[in-house]
């Protein structure tokens, strides 16, 4: 190999690597609205990633998996904790903390600049980012639900039913809430097209329902709810 | 030394050293805070970020340091030419300083961009920026005017501009938090990936034809493959950070083949490196300086060819991305690529501005050694930590904390390898200021 060939090894190689990435970049740009959901990107969330920033969060906390390690990941905290849940604990961090070895600084934010930032952690949930990071995934089954099913056996259905609060309003074999219809034959009445659709929208199929909708299951969770309610019959 | 202006990079280095010591101080405060309690009133002062973005920054500060003391040594050798304006080197030495300390102790008082890294505020990235032109200005100028060109001066000047050009993206206010971590990779990615690998394999390449008196012809042609395929690899390769970022789904792709060739420019490096060794046509005088060049090829291998590829593929990094195992590649790749290559410099580069010919290296040495197995052995702890993350939060789902108390013990033997990393670091700080020729 002489000089000239390496220098052209060289120059493809660093050529053919560039347009590669920058033709990727461009139709990322094409695409990222939608999969960022861009519609819901308004002022609070902006004002929350600068209030995110004016703490300088990120140096403990990851976002999407970036930052520092110290501290737990923040991109489905929303989804994990709740609004009141982030709320409390970066409004009164040695209180929250109070039993953990290790701390979280109060950077003294304030009411607003807390809500905005809750706003701004809500629309990050929700970006489409191939379902990561995996102890949050929207597709798979909850680490607890997972439990039930492998230690009493139950279906990944049942164990849905159990952990997702069902049974504070419906009951079973006499066991749960008594706000809601007793849950011990539904298979009959309905099939389980028509249970997934009920626990999604209930107002949709009886305009008089007092079920709230239940927005917060995933598709697999209402998938196996449902089946496991249409086998009681 | 054959140049007066040459000497100017012996203050790069001797400014360089401190920070570097600073920044060790740091971490050590950072793996204290992951293994024991800082109580809430410590934390509400100073907190773990600010002690972060400290430790990282001095981290990017000190090397910057050594590349533009590397380049200002460099450069008259190539070019058979003083330096275009010592006055104007001298002065972006103490701007860069003086922005550096400045910002510093803004970190302190809660002045902070708050994006990690590039925690600078923005009226000093306007400083820092000013600064790189006016460097960019005089290298490219003395450059110009000799005309003189060989391939490790233009590698150097493409790499340096890259590197100044780069920077740029990583200034404004992202409105997006996808788009914003898209481009926050363009200058982290492509810095360490791209622009710093041209400088330092350009610096290497020098260093490797002045010790072993290998034909520069046979250098500059391997010097073109490597940075070929450090680009081809390095450039598309930023994919693999966005995998979960919100980007399309074909970066899974991308990033995962171009980022999995990235360990061959490196591998390319370690087998020429023993090449030119072995083919060598000079003695070898100076065997420490040889031992950190060797050393800094092998290290590069493990820490960033090795390590880098072990979590780079979308089904293994889905587990392990945000855990200690970054942590610990971080680490490896940091010091294996650049602190090495910076400080074979420098013990390449100050014996001559000083006038010793063969210099005492036994303290050198124990410096060597001692720094090279901490980091390794740091390197290891934190992988295994990263490693129980992974699979106590990510596989089995359990809360942070609990992952956390686990990871404790790894946490806490990085703390005391910290310490041994510190006192082979004292000795080579200490051996590099105060050189003594070897009594013979």
């Given at each position: 190999m002489t000089k000239k060939i390496a220098f052209w090894i060289f120059l493809l190689g660093t050529l053919s690597s560039a347009v590669v990435f920058l033709a990727a970049t461009w139709d990322t740009h094409q695409q990222v609205a939608v999969l960022s959901n861009a519609d819901k990107l308004d002022e609070r969330v902006v004002a929350g990633k600068r209030a995110f920033e004016k703490y300088n969060c990120n140096d403990c906390h990851t976002i999407l998996g970036f930052g520092a390690y110290y501290a737990p990941d923040l991109t489905r905290v929303v989804q994990r904790i709740g609004e009141e849940g982030v709320r409390y604990r970066i409004k009164s961090p040695e209180k929250a903390f109070a039993g953990s070895w290790r701390k979280m600084q109060n950077v003294h934010a304030s009411d607003a600049e807390i809500a905005d930032m809750v706003a701004f952690f809500k629309w990050v949930g929700e970006v489409?980012?191939?379902?990561?990071?995996p102890q949050d995934s929207k597709i798979r089954l909850s680490r607890g639900e997972q439990a039930m099913v492998a230690s009493v056996g139950v279906s990944p259905g049942a164990a849905v039913f159990q952990t997702k609060g069902c049974m504070n309003c419906h009951s079973l074999h006499g066991t749960g809430g008594t706000f809601g219809p007793a849950l011990d034959t539904v298979g009959q009445r309905k099939t389980t097209k028509e249970i997934e659709r009920y626990i999604r929208d209930p107002k949709s199929v009886n305009p008089k329902a007092m079920m709230p909708p239940q927005k917060e299951l995933t598709n697999r969770e209402l998938e196996e709810a449902a089946k496991f309610l249409s086998s009681l019959k | 030394m054959e140049y007066r202006s040459q000497k100017i990079a012996y203050w790069y280095f001797a400014a360089a050293l401190p920070l570097f010591v600073l920044q060790i101080f740091l971490g050590l405060y950072l793996a204290y805070s992951y293994t024991w309690t800082v109580p809430q009133s410590v934390v509400d002062v100073f907190p773990f970020a600010t002690a972060r973005a400290m430790h990282t920054n001095l981290l990017v500060l000190w090397m910057l340091l050594g590349f533009m003391g590397g380049t200002y040594y460099i450069v008259p050798e190539e070019t058979k030419s003083e330096i275009y304006s010592e006055k104007l080197a001298w002065f972006q030495l103490i701007a860069l300083l003086v922005t550096g300390v400045v910002a510093l102790v803004g970190f302190l008082f809660g002045w902070t961009q708050g994006r990690p890294l590039l925690e600078i505020p923005r009226p000093l990235d306007l400083v820092v920026v000013v600064g790189a032109l006016i460097f960019l200005f005089n290298v490219a100028m003395t450059m110009i005017k000799a005309n003189r060109w060989t391939a490790i001066q233009g590698t150097l000047l493409g790499g340096l501009t890259f590197l100044a050009l780069l920077y740029?993206?990583?200034?404004p206010f992202y409105k997006n938090e996808v788009i914003d971590w898209f481009y926050w990779w363009w200058v982290i990615h492509l810095w360490v990936e791209g622009a710093w690998e041209l400088v330092t394999a350009a610096i290497f390449a020098f260093v490797l034809m002045k010790l072993t008196g290998v034909d520069r012809q046979v250098v500059e042609k391997w010097l073109y493959v490597e940075i070929g395929l450090f680009l081809f690899t390095g450039i598309a390769g930023t994919g693999h950070h966005y995998y979960w970022i919100g980007a399309p789904r074909y970066w899974l792709w991308i990033g995962g083949i171009f980022s999995a060739l990235e360990p061959l420019p490196i591998l390319l490096m370690v087998i020429d490196t023993m090449n030119h060794v072995k083919e060598r046509k000079t003695q070898i005088v100076n065997r420490l300086t040889w031992t950190y060049a060797v050393g800094c090829a092998v290290f590069h291998m493990i820490g960033a060819g090795v390590w880098g590829f072990l979590h780079t593929l979308p089904q293994i990094n889905y587990y392990t991305h945000g855990s200690q195992v970054t942590a610990g590649h971080g680490h490896l790749a940091f010091f294996g690529a650049y602190a090495l290559l910076n400080l074979m410099t420098f013990y390449y580069a100050m014996p001559k501005i000083k006038g010793i010919e063969v210099y005492d290296d036994r303290r050198g040495k124990f410096g060597f050694w001692t720094m090279c197995v901490a980091m390794m052995l740091i390197g290891l702890f934190f992988s295994v930590a990263g490693v129980l993350q992974s699979y106590i939060e990510?596989?089995?789902?359990?809360g942070f904390m609990t992952a956390q108390s686990y990871m404790r013990l790894w946490m806490g033997g990085v703390f005391f390898c910290g310490f041994a990393f510190l006192a082979g670091l004292l000795t080579t700080v200490t051996d590099l200021l105060t050189l003594r020729p070897a009594k013979l």
């Amino acid at each position: 190999m002489t000089k000239k060939i390496a220098f052209w090894i060289f120059l493809l190689g660093t050529l053919s690597s560039a347009v590669v990435f920058l033709a990727a970049t461009w139709d990322t740009h094409q695409q990222v609205a939608v999969l960022s959901n861009a519609d819901k990107l308004d002022e609070r969330v902006v004002a929350g990633k600068r209030a995110f920033e004016k703490y300088n969060c990120n140096d403990c906390h990851t976002i999407l998996g970036f930052g520092a390690y110290y501290a737990p990941d923040l991109t489905r905290v929303v989804q994990r904790i709740g609004e009141e849940g982030v709320r409390y604990r970066i409004k009164s961090p040695e209180k929250a903390f109070a039993g953990s070895w290790r701390k979280m600084q109060n950077v003294h934010a304030s009411d607003a600049e807390i809500a905005d930032m809750v706003a701004f952690f809500k629309w990050v949930g929700e970006v489409n980012n191939n379902d990561w990071p995996p102890q949050d995934s929207k597709i798979r089954l909850s680490r607890g639900e997972q439990a039930m099913v492998a230690s009493v056996g139950v279906s990944p259905g049942a164990a849905v039913f159990q952990t997702k609060g069902c049974m504070n309003c419906h009951s079973l074999h006499g066991t749960g809430g008594t706000f809601g219809p007793a849950l011990d034959t539904v298979g009959q009445r309905k099939t389980t097209k028509e249970i997934e659709r009920y626990i999604r929208d209930p107002k949709s199929v009886n305009p008089k329902a007092m079920m709230p909708p239940q927005k917060e299951l995933t598709n697999r969770e209402l998938e196996e709810a449902a089946k496991f309610l249409s086998s009681l019959k | 030394m054959e140049y007066r202006s040459q000497k100017i990079a012996y203050w790069y280095f001797a400014a360089a050293l401190p920070l570097f010591v600073l920044q060790i101080f740091l971490g050590l405060y950072l793996a204290y805070s992951y293994t024991w309690t800082v109580p809430q009133s410590v934390v509400d002062v100073f907190p773990f970020a600010t002690a972060r973005a400290m430790h990282t920054n001095l981290l990017v500060l000190w090397m910057l340091l050594g590349f533009m003391g590397g380049t200002y040594y460099i450069v008259p050798e190539e070019t058979k030419s003083e330096i275009y304006s010592e006055k104007l080197a001298w002065f972006q030495l103490i701007a860069l300083l003086v922005t550096g300390v400045v910002a510093l102790v803004g970190f302190l008082f809660g002045w902070t961009q708050g994006r990690p890294l590039l925690e600078i505020p923005r009226p000093l990235d306007l400083v820092v920026v000013v600064g790189a032109l006016i460097f960019l200005f005089n290298v490219a100028m003395t450059m110009i005017k000799a005309n003189r060109w060989t391939a490790i001066q233009g590698t150097l000047l493409g790499g340096l501009t890259f590197l100044a050009l780069l920077y740029l993206f990583g200034i404004p206010f992202y409105k997006n938090e996808v788009i914003d971590w898209f481009y926050w990779w363009w200058v982290i990615h492509l810095w360490v990936e791209g622009a710093w690998e041209l400088v330092t394999a350009a610096i290497f390449a020098f260093v490797l034809m002045k010790l072993t008196g290998v034909d520069r012809q046979v250098v500059e042609k391997w010097l073109y493959v490597e940075i070929g395929l450090f680009l081809f690899t390095g450039i598309a390769g930023t994919g693999h950070h966005y995998y979960w970022i919100g980007a399309p789904r074909y970066w899974l792709w991308i990033g995962g083949i171009f980022s999995a060739l990235e360990p061959l420019p490196i591998l390319l490096m370690v087998i020429d490196t023993m090449n030119h060794v072995k083919e060598r046509k000079t003695q070898i005088v100076n065997r420490l300086t040889w031992t950190y060049a060797v050393g800094c090829a092998v290290f590069h291998m493990i820490g960033a060819g090795v390590w880098g590829f072990l979590h780079t593929l979308p089904q293994i990094n889905y587990y392990t991305h945000g855990s200690q195992v970054t942590a610990g590649h971080g680490h490896l790749a940091f010091f294996g690529a650049y602190a090495l290559l910076n400080l074979m410099t420098f013990y390449y580069a100050m014996p001559k501005i000083k006038g010793i010919e063969v210099y005492d290296d036994r303290r050198g040495k124990f410096g060597f050694w001692t720094m090279c197995v901490a980091m390794m052995l740091i390197g290891l702890f934190f992988s295994v930590a990263g490693v129980l993350q992974s699979y106590i939060e990510r596989v089995l789902g359990m809360g942070f904390m609990t992952a956390q108390s686990y990871m404790r013990l790894w946490m806490g033997g990085v703390f005391f390898c910290g310490f041994a990393f510190l006192a082979g670091l004292l000795t080579t700080v200490t051996d590099l200021l105060t050189l003594r020729p070897a009594k013979l």
